[in-house]
């Protein structure tokens, strides 16, 4: 299988290299990469998006293995993610590290912390990023006077939830085989709502990440990619993934494998 492209946005606009964001270059860039149904922007009229244009501090480039934020950290920042992937992680007693999850373009880092006032987690950059940074207190200014905003914030924070619910509901009880279906069904419907491809796509985070979130040894991640290469359910070489089979995958993720 030839080596498949990054997901990304169209090309961007001169103004992104600058701290502040153009409201019509903002628009247009969100509509081009499919974000507009992900990103706080949406719904909102040219005088609200001038607002939270000022709201929005810069635009900040975050590198490969970089950390956005650390655990215990004071919480003042909200980050959207603009471009790239990130995972979060707590520390278990052993110290190592414990994925709770990864995020792509389109969704908010930072939102556990709300409550506690600090961060409950870890975040860093799978590969080189943007996120937007949205001082927080500034928004809840605006979500005073600007309840179009409040509702989308509060519908993205309701569909984080959502998400992590069910993963923590389903994986809880899932076998190996089943986890490893779940986990690239869950990443073929997250980049298919921003317009890419359903069934093509990167791996961003290493065998050895995968088996960490989902509770498995590297070896059995990869030896559960190669059944379902062997089995024509997905075709895989390296991190390029194409899911061959989206109905037998679903019935493998239920407990129902066709080839059992």
């Known amino acids: 299988m030839s080596s498949l492209p990054s997901p990304a946005p169209a090309s961007l606009p001169a103004s992104r290299q600058g701290p502040a964001v153009n409201v019509q270059a903002l628009r247009a860039s969100c509509s081009a990469c499919s974000m507009h149904q992900l990103c706080l922007p949406m719904g909102l009229d040219q005088g609200d998006m001038q607002r939270l244009e000022q709201v929005i501090n810069r635009r900040r480039k975050v590198k490969r293995d970089e950390t956005l934020y650390r655990l215990d950290d004071k919480f003042d920042m909200l980050y959207a993610i603009r471009l790239g992937h990130f995972k979060t992680f707590q520390h278990n007693p052993n110290g190592g590290e414990q994925i709770t999850g990864f995020q792509m373009a389109g969704e908010l880092l930072g939102m556990d912390a709300i409550g506690a006032g600090h961060h409950l987690c870890e975040a860093v950059a799978l590969e080189d990023s943007e996120v937007c940074e949205i001082p927080f207190a500034s928004l809840e200014d605006l979500f005073r006077d600007m ?101 037998s995958l679903r019935a493998i993720a239920l407990g129902n494998d066709p080839c059992a």
């Open 147 to 247: 309840p179009t905003l409040l509702r989308q914030f509060h519908r993205m924070m309701s569909l984080e939830i959502s998400r992590e619910q069910r993963v923590m509901l389903t994986l809880g009880s899932m076998t190996a085989q089943q986890k490893m279906a779940a986990f690239l069904l869950n990443l073929s419907t997250r980049y298919a709502s921003r317009g890419y491809s359903t069934t093509r796509f990167q791996l961003r985070m290493t065998r050895e990440e995968i088996g960490n979130y989902l509770g498995l040894a590297v070896e059995s991640v990869s030896r559960l990619l190669s059944n379902f290469k062997k089995t024509g359910v997905v075709d895989v070489a390296h991190r390029d993934i194409e899911l061959l089979d989206l109905p």
